[in-house]
């Protein structure tokens, strides 16, 4: 099993953070991440994901679960649970505002295997929720 992950706290409620977090359309504007996210967000839906790290290339993934303004599951991955990849998004109200986490895992049969090929996704964590936190901090 291979994991990374991140928690940042935004001076905002839940509701805005969210409301950012779910317009994907949007992102390429504020998130140095990602390039492209090619449909809404919304539960239920598949979408692809095109990121900065493999520039070209779609992540597609399943928006599994979407209870907002709290909390938003993305799974991906391969049949019979061979290689599977879940992202948890997470928003906490604090007294400072929203604590906001980000954490996926990969786990599966092949997972030993493929996760040798998957780079090190940390430092594109941390950018993504500085640029959460930032983008949420300067329109609230």
């Known amino acids: 099993m ?26 390429p504007a504020w998130n140095p991440t990602v390039e492209k996210v090619d449909r809404p967000i919304i539960g239920g839906s598949k979408l692809k994901v095109f990121t900065k790290l493999t520039p070209g290339r779609a992540f597609p993934v399943r ?22 990849g879940e992202r948890i998004y997470t928003l906490t109200p604090t007294g400072a505002g929203t604590e906001f986490s980000m954490r996926e895992t990969f786990t ?3 997972a030993p295997l493929i996760c040798k090929s998957i780079p090190d996704l940390q430092p594109s ?16």
């Open 2 to 27: 291979k994991s990374f992950q991140v928690a940042i706290t935004i001076r905002a409620t839940p509701e805005r953070v969210w409301q950012i977090l779910t317009d994907g359309a949007s992102w």
């Open 63 to 84: 928006v599994s679960e979407f209870s907002p303004p709290h909390r938003m599951v993305w799974t991906g991955g391969m049949p019979l649970g061979l290689f599977k």
């Open 108 to 110: 599966g049969l092949m």
């Open 125 to 140: 964590f941390n950018e993504f929720a500085a640029a959460l936190q930032r983008h949420v901090e300067q329109t609230a």
